[in-house]
């Protein structure tokens, strides 16, 4: 194997550190923030930090209005078609949280009564007429509706602030939205019902709709498929039904037992993933932020619904107290009062791009403050987190598998724990819009470690093969026989693919003009991967490609592969290519941070049947 070195350089800025509350040199890679061994109580964080963050944004929105800019964005021109029921929510959350005797009440009331006139023409769809809702509702419980909302602007809002919108209400089907959208559509009129605004019949057929299709798509394993059916399992598979959950606490009806049940299955999945830095979910679009608040819902409605044990409650809180540090640390921004998913090489998906900014500023806020306050009801309200809870984190398995279908294709996240790190490797890749792109990819993931890049397509860590007639085919969609074994602390993966993905198309096209065998190899601080990819009798392979984007800095050639002197990545080792080392440009950043190094490989004269293998040796980054 043939390298050519090229000096990779990086640096930990001043403000790089900032963002993630760094303060010890030792701290090497900023993307992965601080490790928690004592974390704040988790009601502290929000009221010391997170609430005065709010705070400043509300009051530069009432003095401002439709003139608000945030990070040089000019929000009521960012086209955010959930932006009116974001600002409802967090003004209403404002107003709740302060005396009656203060005097910022009656401003945040008065500011309420003229941004609902002020928006009232503005495009707010779906989920924003939830969240106007859900804040009319608790303004309405506390008996302020009558201070913050006109009465001529209360009978608008009626009429604008409807399910049917999105929901033909004859046949109770969804206008051009995926299934998911039955849980906004039942929450709309549970609330419309709450309010007076309609009788329950609605909510209760909606609901029907919800639980139906949660039921259709999840099948027996309990986690919902992103997908119509053909296999698409990310972080929404595992939170919608808190989300659903969430939605029967806040309207104060009691959830059928298959909810709880659904929901006890994402418990499971996700303590897995707890870490000691408040690090989300791995793999998949909307990660990132999202990645961790997303643990805080499911993991404090299952508390509020008792379906945890005193113990698991504990790490639980634990967890989700590190979750709002981390919120506090890394994402928030100082320099601009804002979230930042999206600057200093951060990057997200085109759903969540920077045009949304204010709205999710609030939207994360609000996940923070429900959450945080369902924990208080619960008696933990300024509690200190267990202090074994590092301790207990020894006790989880080390490799776990978590089926979410088998059969045609089989669909699993294989979880491993090396230490206090920990790797995902999702087998979920179907359906249409994702698949092509890297955070799907049935590959190695790991939090501020191992990662994709959201909307990016280059083949991380995955062969990219390219026929003699130009037709480009990956090995991301159709997994079979996967089987998992765990000896001691090793674990193997394998499965086949009959055919491969054409990629240039939405959806996954099937061809099998190839196929491939795949074996993982996990250990601890080593990863590797071989393939065997076979094509059929006259098919010839032309090129086989692949690249390893990673945070590890000062890449050296070696004669099998590349060192890195720092990052938690200290060598990358390539059997079956050609691989030369890259500097990065703006495609290479994850939702934590830029990509440091890239190495590109490839094989151009490849024989009838293409082995290739790699493997990855891990360091101690803590």
């Not at 900023?30 to 988790?42: F, H, K, Q, S, T």
């Not at 705070?55 to 608000?68: E, I, K, S, V």
């Not at 609605?202 to 986690?223: C, I, N, P, W």
Request: overall charge negative; charged content about 25%; aromatic content about 10%.
């Amino acid at each position: 194997m043939t390298l050519h070195s090229l000096t990779i350089c990086a640096s930990v800025s001043v403000l790089a550190a900032a963002l993630t509350g760094v303060a010890s040199p030792a701290q090497a890679q900023v993307e992965r923030g601080v490790l928690y061994r004592d974390a704040p109580a988790m009601n502290t964080v929000i009221h010391n930090r997170v609430k005065p963050q709010m705070a400043a944004l509300l009051d530069q929105l009432t003095t401002d209005g439709r003139n608000m800019t945030l990070d040089d964005i000019k929000v009521f021109e960012a086209n955010d078609k959930f932006l009116p029921g974001k600002i409802a929510i967090g003004m209403a959350e404002a107003i709740l949280d302060t005396p009656a005797e203060d005097a910022r009440r009656a401003r945040l009331l008065d500011g309420f009564r003229r941004l609902s006139e002020l928006m009232m023409e503005d495009d707010n769809e779906t989920w924003g007429i939830y969240y106007f809702l859900s804040a009319l509702h608790q303004l309405q419980q506390a008996g302020l509706l009558d201070q913050a909302v006109a009465p001529d602007t209360l009978e608008r809002l009626r009429q604008r602030l409807d399910w049917r919108t999105f929901v033909r209400p004859d046949e109770l089907t969804l206008i051009n939205l995926p299934n998911n959208y039955f849980g906004v559509a039942f929450s709309i009129a549970r609330l419309r019902y709450l309010l007076g605004w309609e009788d329950a019949s609605a909510s209760e057929a909606l609901l029907v709709k919800t639980l139906d299709h949660f039921r259709q798509y999840s099948g027996e394993f309990g986690f919902a498929d992103e997908t119509d059916g053909e296999g698409r399992f990310d972080r929404y598979s595992v939170l919608l039904i808190g989300e659903i959950a969430q939605r029967f606490i806040e309207t104060g009806v009691q959830p059928p037992q298959a909810v709880k049940d659904w929901l006890r299955r994402s418990v499971d999945l996700l303590m897995l993933r707890f870490n000691l830095r408040g690090e989300g979910f791995e793999y998949g679009r909307s990660i990132g932020v999202y990645g961790e608040t997303s643990f805080l819902e499911v993991l404090s409605a299952a508390a509020a619904l008792d379906l945890l044990s005193d113990q698991e409650k504990a790490m639980a809180y634990a967890f989700s107290s590190r979750v709002a540090a981390r919120y506090a640390d890394f994402w928030l921004d100082s320099g601009t009062g804002s979230v930042n998913m999206w600057d200093h090489g951060r990057r997200t998906d085109a759903y969540r791009g920077k045009h949304r900014i204010l709205g999710e500023n609030i939207s994360l806020s609000h996940q923070l403050f429900y959450t945080n306050a369902i924990w208080n009801r619960l008696g933990w309200k300024d509690r200190a987190p267990d202090p074994g809870f590092a301790q207990w984190l020894g006790t989880l398995p080390r490799s776990t598998t978590t089926w979410f279908a088998r059969g045609k294709a089989d669909r699993a996240l294989i979880t491993y724990r090396d230490g206090d790190r920990v790797i995902g490797l999702p087998l979920v890749n179907g359906g249409p819009t994702q698949h092509m792109n890297n955070p799907y990819f049935p590959i190695p993931y790991s939090p501020g470690v191992l990662a994709g890049a959201a909307d990016q397509t280059y083949p991380q860590l995955i062969p990219r093969i390219t026929l003699s007639d130009g037709t480009v085919l990956q090995p991301l969609s159709w997994f079979q026989d996967v089987q998992t074994t765990t000896e001691g602390d090793v674990t193997r993966v394998t499965y086949r693919l009959a055919a491969l993905d054409q990629m240039g198309k939405a959806s996954p096209v099937r061809d099998d003009r190839v196929s491939m065998t795949t074996d993982y190899v996990f250990s601890p601080s080593k990863i590797t991967r071989h393939d065997i990819a076979v094509p059929r009798s006259g098919v010839r392979i032309s090129k086989v490609e692949m690249e390893f984007a990673s945070f590890s800095s000062g890449a050296h050639a070696t004669g099998v592969g590349v060192t890195y002197e720092t990052g938690a990545v200290s060598a990358f080792e390539v059997d079956g290519l050609e691989c030369a080392i890259h500097a990065p440009n703006a495609v290479y950043e994850s939702p934590v941070g830029p990509f440091r190094t890239v190495v590109r490989c490839s094989a151009h004269a490849v024989p009838d049947d293409w082995r290739g293998s790699w493997s990855l040796r891990l360091r101690d980054d803590r």
